[in-house]
């Protein structure tokens, strides 16, 4: 079985790691290789290259095998952004409704057909040296709607509509959400890389 350490403390994407990648492998989170408190600064411009930071800094600590991955919504209308900034959109410690009324303001009055977003999830991957990354990308594209459908899931979901379902992301809950996310598109893509 080969084992894979994930660059985060977030159980919930370790084992839905777990389940794209199958029995073969094994994810441990950072928690379970001794770096609970290891802080790592995400600064850079992209998601490649906030993923590629967390790779790199965790590797150099284990010399393991990293995964690590990026996500972040892009709207069309502010110039891709928040990008980069989506977790924090409304300020350092922002909650999810802060950032989701923020976004809502700042597309107050813009119609539907402007409104097109995409959420996308780098994962970057780095078996035995931090001089060789291999990226993976997914996205889901949708559009911002004007107030919060739907209960299930967590950040921007209750605003992001998904026209193929005639549903917002926490409407169509977590079991349809996985199969048309933008982490399992990036997840898939991997997991071929592997076979
Ligand atoms: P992270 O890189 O996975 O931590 O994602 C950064 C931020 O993007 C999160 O704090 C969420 O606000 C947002 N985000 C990422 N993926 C999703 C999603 O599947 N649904 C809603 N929001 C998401």
Same mark, same amino acid.
């Given at each position: 079985?080969?084992?894979?350490?994930?660059?985060?403390?977030?159980?919930?994407? *370790?084992?839905?790691?777990?389940?794209?990648?199958?029995?073969?492998?094994?994810? &441990? /989170?950072?928690?379970?290789?001794?770096?609970?408190?290891?802080?790592?600064?995400?600064?850079?411009? /992209?998601?490649?290259?906030?993923?590629?930071? &967390? *790779?790199?800094?965790?590797?150099?600590?284990?010399?393991? =095998?990293?995964?690590?991955?990026?996500?972040?919504?892009?709207?069309?209308?502010?110039?891709? !952004?928040?990008?980069?900034?989506?977790?924090?959109?409304? !300020?350092?410690? *922002?909650?999810?409704?802060? $950032?989701? +009324?923020?976004?809502?303001?700042?597309?107050?009055?813009?119609?539907?057909?402007?409104?097109?977003?995409?959420?996308?999830?780098?994962?970057?991957?780095?078996? $035995?040296?931090? +001089? +060789?990354? +291999?990226?993976?990308?997914?996205?889901?594209? !949708?559009?911002?709607? /004007?107030?919060?459908? !739907? %209960?299930?899931?967590?950040?921007?979901? =209750?605003?992001?509509?998904?026209?193929?379902?005639? &549903? /917002?992301?926490?409407?169509?809950?977590?079991?349809?959400?996985? %199969?048309?996310?933008?982490?399992?598109?990036?997840?898939?893509a991997?997991s071929e890389f592997?076979?």
């Amino acid at each position: 079985m080969k084992t894979f350490v994930l660059a985060s403390q977030n159980k919930h994407k *370790a084992e839905e790691i777990k389940q794209i990648l199958g029995s073969d492998f094994e994810i &441990k /989170t950072m928690d379970q290789v001794g770096l609970s408190n290891f802080k790592i600064i995400e600064d850079g411009n /992209t998601f490649e290259e906030n993923a590629a930071i &967390k *790779a790199v800094s965790v590797f150099k600590k284990i010399n393991m =095998p990293v995964i690590a991955d990026d996500s972040g919504l892009c709207v069309d209308f502010l110039d891709g !952004g928040p990008g980069v900034y989506t977790a924090r959109f409304a !300020g350092e410690n *922002a909650s999810d409704g802060d $950032n989701i +009324n923020k976004l809502l303001c700042e597309l107050n009055n813009v119609p539907f057909e402007k409104r097109s977003a995409k959420f996308v999830c780098v994962i970057a991957f780095i078996e $035995n040296s931090a +001089n +060789n990354i +291999n990226y993976f990308k997914g996205e889901c594209s !949708g559009h911002i709607i /004007t107030e919060k459908r !739907g %209960t299930s899931g967590f950040g921007y979901d =209750p605003v992001f509509y998904c026209e193929e379902y005639d &549903k /917002t992301l926490a409407e169509l809950g977590e079991d349809i959400k996985n %199969t048309i996310s933008h982490r399992y598109k990036a997840l898939k893509a991997f997991s071929e890389f592997l076979k």
